[in-house]
């Protein structure tokens, strides 16, 4: 089975034809999902999780804080002033 030179450049022409159509297709599909809802959502979904991992590490570095306060004030030995009656 022989292919001949014309078979060979109408395979070659399809070829690019067909990848550069569908090159522009995905490129016109990408578009159309770039200022969409879609990507509205996703934006806001990555900032409020953003968002929670700050209030986490917040809240962490707060309980820190306050176990070195008990911490500190259970050494810390309180005297009772004698009532005046």
Do not use: W, Y
Request: net charge positive; aromatic share 4%; proline share 2%.
């Amino acid at each position: 089975m022989e292919f001949s030179a014309l078979e060979f450049i109408l395979g070659l022409l399809i070829g690019l034809i067909l990848g550069v159509g569908l090159t522009l297709a995905v490129i016109k599909i990408k578009s159309l999902f770039k200022g969409s809802e879609v990507k509205r959502l996703r934006d806001e979904n990555r900032q409020l999780k953003r968002r929670l991992e700050e209030k986490d590490r917040h809240i962490g570095r707060m309980l820190t804080e306050t176990e070195k306060l008990v911490q500190g004030l259970a050494k810390v030995k309180i005297t009772v002033p004698p009532q005046v009656e």
